[in-house]
């Protein structure tokens, strides 16, 4: 099992550019998440999908912040145009589904907006 | 709106003491309850979960968590803390109508050799 996988793990760009976030979630896994996580808020949930199908996206920031998933496999969060207040650790997270089923997290990715 | 709170943001204890940090949630219905931790510069970890049975669970590391239903409540404890221990404590609720999770804002905890 390799967990969940994330690329990048380290992202710096300037502010206006587009970033995108990749996450693989655990094979079998049905739900995926995506949290952000900084001092100030914590961990906040942006999105999650089950079955590849977005559920609730009632966190994402604002228009500026995307999320597909196109197969069960593989995850983007996109980022255009990205802002220094964006900069923080995204992490994707995914789960069996079904109540009371785990979340296993991937390693982050830490986005700097300069 | 469910929430999670954890009352203790920084806890300092040397090694060998005990440690309880707190967790209560605002749901009125079946949940699930897990603590996670979160090892600096890495990502969340399970340390243990409750779903229905003994109110009493035990995890990872010596960690184990009381549920009290009629308190909200899910504490976490050890009876002896190791420098290693050294990390961010999460609490996460997970209601029993579906996928979502709740996660309390984290307590610190640093362990002095």
């Known amino acids: 099992d390799a967990g969940v996988i994330q690329s990048p793990r380290h992202e710096v760009t300037e502010m206006g550019q587009e970033v995108t976030l990749r996450c693989k979630p655990i094979s079998g896994h049905n739900s995926l998440f995506w949290y952000r996580q900084t001092m100030m808020r914590g961990l906040e949930l942006l999105i999650y999908f089950n079955n590849n199908v977005p559920i609730d996206d009632s966190g994402m920031p604002e228009d500026r912040f995307s999320a597909k998933m196109p197969n069960a496999s593989f995850s983007t969060l996109k980022i255009q145009p990205s802002e220094p207040r964006d900069s923080a650790v995204y992490f994707c997270?995914?789960?069996?589904?079904?109540?009371?089923?785990?979340?296993?997290f991937g390693n982050g990715t830490r986005l700097t907006v300069t | 709106a469910q929430s999670v709170s954890q009352h203790n943001h920084h806890v300092i204890l040397s090694e060998a003491a005990s440690l309880e940090l707190g967790c209560n949630y605002s749901?009125?219905?079946?949940?699930?309850l897990f603590w996670y931790v979160q090892y600096p510069g890495q990502h969340l970890q399970l340390l243990l979960k409750y779903f229905s049975g003994d109110p009493l669970v035990k995890g990872i590391k010596g960690f184990e968590a009381e549920f009290i239903k009629s308190k909200f409540s899910f504490n976490l404890r050890k009876p002896s803390v190791q420098w290693s221990d050294t990390a961010e404590y999460f609490c996460?609720?997970?209601?029993?109508?579906?996928?979502?999770?709740?996660f309390g804002t984290g307590t610190s905890l640093t362990v002095i050799p």
């Open positions: 749901y009125g219905g079946t949940v699930n």
């Open positions: 996460a609720v997970n209601p029993n109508t579906g996928n979502q999770f709740y």
């Open positions: 997270a995914s789960s069996r589904g079904g109540v009371g089923s785990p979340l296993h």
